[in-house]
């Protein structure tokens, strides 16, 4: 797994492992079937559609496992698939990641700084080379402006950014964000997903998908059979 610590993390260097990266083209087909039975049923195209997925709830509780499932899928479907992870922070561990089926050889993991994530991360999926890249955006909730810097964007504009590169690239960009935490306008995105989690299962909202339909399909989806690594 590459992993690019905060110190470590600069433009310069994202670039060169894009130019690395960037022969492994992703699978471009429309929906990724998450190999989750009960969550595939419940999402409108049977799986995660290419754009950009918000995934929402409190504290960020149940979204990681989804995020996963998408991760494990891709890396599945495509041997030569790769992903990206952006975070702020270090809440990644490998274990749990090869517990869920990731391949860690495949994924790649950016921590920028807070003031950062926007341009790394239109950055990344601009390069053209994941299939699915996942975004912790609870930084970004309520943000317009980042004082001081010029180039920073609201988040609605940066979410939009994300649509376009997606759709040109043929990727799949997953929002983790929190439900609690207030936005100043909706953000364009294909799919929105609400959770909460419970012990044993997930309850799965789709509050809005790509043809603009709001307040969709409710489901409760048990923990016990996400995907999870052949020997887990």
């Not at 041997?79 to 270090?90: F, L, M, N």
């Not at 869920?100 to 999926?125: C, E, F, I, N, Y």
């Not at 936005?183 to 997930?202: F, G, H, N, Q, Y």
């Not at 809005?208 to 052949?230: C, D, F, I, Q, Y």
Request: charged share 25%; proline share 6%; with cysteine.
């Amino acid at each position: 797994m590459f992993s690019m610590s905060r110190a470590a993390l600069s433009l310069v260097e994202l670039s060169q492992r894009m130019r690395v990266l960037e022969d492994h083209r992703p699978h471009t087909s429309t929906a990724l079937t998450l190999a989750w039975p009960e969550l595939d049923a419940v999402l409108p195209d049977g799986g995660l559609p290419l754009g950009v997925t918000e995934l929402s709830s409190e504290r960020a509780l149940g979204t990681n496992a989804l995020a996963l499932a998408a991760i494990r899928a891709s890396h599945t479907r495509d041997p030569k698939a790769w992903c990206a992870w952006i975070e702020v922070g270090d809440a990644l561990h490998a274990p749990g990641l090869v517990a869920s089926g990731v391949d860690l050889s495949r994924l790649l993991v950016v921590r920028p700084l807070a003031k950062d994530t926007m341009r790394v991360s239109v950055r990344v999926a601009a390069s053209g080379a994941f299939d699915v890249i996942v975004i912790d955006a609870f930084v970004l909730q309520g943000m317009s402006d980042i004082k001081g810097d010029r180039r920073s964007m609201a988040p609605e504009v940066f979410v939009r950014k994300l649509a376009l590169m997606a759709e040109q690239h043929g990727a799949r960009i997953v929002l983790l964000t929190d439900s609690t935490a207030r936005k100043s306008m909706p953000w364009p995105v294909a799919l929105r997903l609400e959770i909460d989690r419970t012990p044993s299962e997930l309850l799965v909202h789709v509050a809005k998908e790509r043809h603009g339909r709001l307040n969709l399909a409710k489901a409760r989806v048990p923990l016990s059979s996400r995907p999870r690594a052949a020997n887990n």
